[in-house]
């Protein structure tokens, strides 16, 4: 038979000749509620507004006896009592494909950089799975970012995924601009979630640049749209990247920040009438921030390495997001205010940092070079207000007098420029020889 006759026969089987129509009996909030319509969680329902208006579209968040709640995507301005409602999907899907290289999009897939349309690119759902436990491959290689404070004391692995932690204007956004310039990887998937709108610019143009945008896809949810398209964004670019990693290319998915995407699920949460626990957040929260997570990696195709930013409120990493996040992820890079204000940059806190893979993937040399330099930062900064004041004897601490004699050598070696790119061989070897270990 004529494939073609089949998916035809297949789309004819699968239509609803029928379509149910609602209407909007209340609005409280962000939450509309409807009558006559049925469908599952996460579908799409449209809501009509006037006969020259466009419509709204909404997502359903939850039902109560023959009532669904939806929220909408954008401003509900026009939803009035008697609104005409119909399902359009049972779930939304997703352009992907390399076409997808060089442009910005929305939280729904749709074009922000002028360009092309996108809806006749290849369609992918965005409730996707995590690779099963036992068909991931494990991440024994190596994924230079070449940034040497990452590469030479947080070591990351191809398919692990890290946690960015820090306080406002530290410098993640030119990390993440780094990376994505700089990392051994095929294709970058970035979201930006709730971000600023006049930092979205800056960020393309000063931190990604030319280089970085043109292997990177650009997802973009402003802080100004509602909770469901921040929401959405993030699993938006989730589901891109995994599609290019089941198309056998290594990915780099970058999302700032995990804690607006956070923010935007307790919004929703609290709207649908959950009740709230630690610090306001609903339980629902805490049970979608791994089942994101967990599907970056490495699957039986390829690798997906993730960064996510986690923002610490006052510099607290005790915040609950945050705890959250570090214990999901493989480990987290804490980005210092003291380091920034030193002009000491990339402002990585290495004592405060960790790869949990560091260990499987560098020589015995590389791992007792760290540690000597570990022990010479933490004896360091033990011992800062002492040698301060003057109040330190030379030769009372050995491992100090060391420390001391290396201290410009150690703070020049992690100091980088924005455009500096080191090869991650040559860093290891330069860590060898700062510390003396053959």
């Not at 945050?322 to 990585?348: E, K, T």
Request: hydrophobic share 40%; aromatic share 4%; with cysteine.
């Amino acid at each position: 038979m004529n494939p073609a006759w089949t998916d035809l026969q297949a789309k004819i089987q699968g239509a609803d000749p029928v379509r149910a129509i609602g209407q909007v009996t209340r609005l409280v909030g962000m939450i509309i509620e409807v009558e006559g319509l049925a469908g599952p969680i996460g579908s799409l329902c449209r809501i009509e507004i006037g006969r020259n208006e466009e419509p709204i579209l909404t997502e359903v968040v939850g039902f109560k006896d023959n009532t669904l709640m939806v929220m909408p995507y954008q401003d509900s301005v026009g939803v009035s009592p008697g609104c005409k409602a119909t399902l359009v999907a049972k779930a939304l899907t997703v352009p992907t494909g390399k076409e997808l290289l060089g442009r910005v999009i929305d939280g729904l897939g749709r074009p922000l950089d002028g360009g092309p349309p996108l809806n006749k690119l290849p369609q992918a759902k965005l409730n996707g799975r995590p690779p099963s436990a036992l068909s991931r491959k494990r991440n024994t290689e190596i994924m230079s970012t070449g940034i040497r404070s990452i590469d030479s004391m947080i070591t990351t692995a191809r398919g692990q995924r890290l946690g960015i932690f820090s306080g406002s204007g530290v410098g993640k956004s030119v990390l993440m601009g780094m990376l994505a310039r700089q990392a051994t990887v095929d294709i970058n998937v970035l979201a930006l979630i709730g971000e600023r709108g006049r930092e979205v610019r800056e960020f393309i143009e000063r931190d990604l640049g030319p280089e970085g945008l043109a292997r990177s896809v650009v997802v973009v949810v402003t802080s100004d749209e509602s909770a469901v398209m921040r929401a959405k964004g993030a699993e938006t670019a989730m589901s891109i990247a995994e599609s290019f990693r089941d198309s056998d290319n290594e990915v780099l998915f970058m999302m700032d920040s995990a804690t607006r995407y956070a923010m935007a699920l307790r919004e929703i949460g609290l709207a649908a009438g959950e009740p709230p626990t630690t610090k306001g957040y609903p339980p629902s929260v805490f049970a979608a921030l791994p089942k994101l997570c967990e599907r970056a990696g490495s699957s039986e195709i390829n690798a997906m390495t993730a960064f996510f930013t986690v923002l610490i409120e006052g510099d607290d990493i005790q915040d609950p997001v945050g705890d959250s996040m570090r214990s999901i992820l493989d480990g987290h890079i804490m980005l210092s205010r003291d380091l920034a204000r030193q002009h000491h940059y990339p402002a990585v806190d290495v004592l405060g940092s960790v790869s949990r893979l560091r260990n499987d993937i560098v020589s015995d040399e590389d791992i007792q070079a760290g540690a000597k330099l570990m022990r010479w930062m933490k004896k360091l900064e033990d011992n800062r207000d002492l040698v301060n004041i003057g109040a330190y004897v030379a030769g009372a601490d050995p491992l100090l007098d060391e420390a001391l004699a290396k201290e410009n050598e150690v703070r020049q070696y992690l100091i980088q420029g924005i455009n500096e790119n080191t090869e991650i061989n040559s860093t290891l070897v330069k860590l060898r020889e700062l510390t003396g270990v053959a």
